[in-house]
């Protein structure tokens, strides 16, 4: 008995902190290592941190944000994607970060 009591309470407690770090909200912080959505944006883009994406995603990401000729990408020592590219015919700077935000400098 004391052991079915034993693992209820454990179930309980683990679905408890299972639902506990569950968020709805967007953050902005660039603290925050979240994704960004094309719907959102970190306002302090590019945010400095471990960027785990590869060369190639993150020369797909940059040309589906609209850019071409994307060359001379280089993850820089703060892990941010930065390359020159063309948009709206106009040669850019861009950068990728962490979260996937994508920024024109």
């Known amino acids: 008995m004391r052991t079915i009591m034993f693992a209820a309470a454990l179930l309980g ?4 902190t299972a639902v506990a770090q569950t968020s709805t909200t967007p953050s902005t912080d660039a603290n ?3 994704v960004a ?3 959102t944006k970190n306002p302090t883009a590019p945010v400095a941190g471990h960027n785990s994406f590869t060369e190639a995603q993150a020369k797909e990401r940059i040309e589906k944000a609209g850019y071409s000729a994307v060359t001379a990408l280089k993850l820089d020592d703060q892990g941010v994607w930065r390359s020159t590219a063309t948009k709206d015919g106009k ?3 861009v950068a990728l970060d962490y979260q996937g ?3 024109a400098m």
């Open 91 to 93: 040669p850019v700077s």
């Open 13 to 16: 407690a683990s679905a408890l």
């Open 101 to 103: 935000n994508i920024v």
């Open 37 to 39: 959505t094309p719907d």
């Open 32 to 34: 925050t290592p979240a």
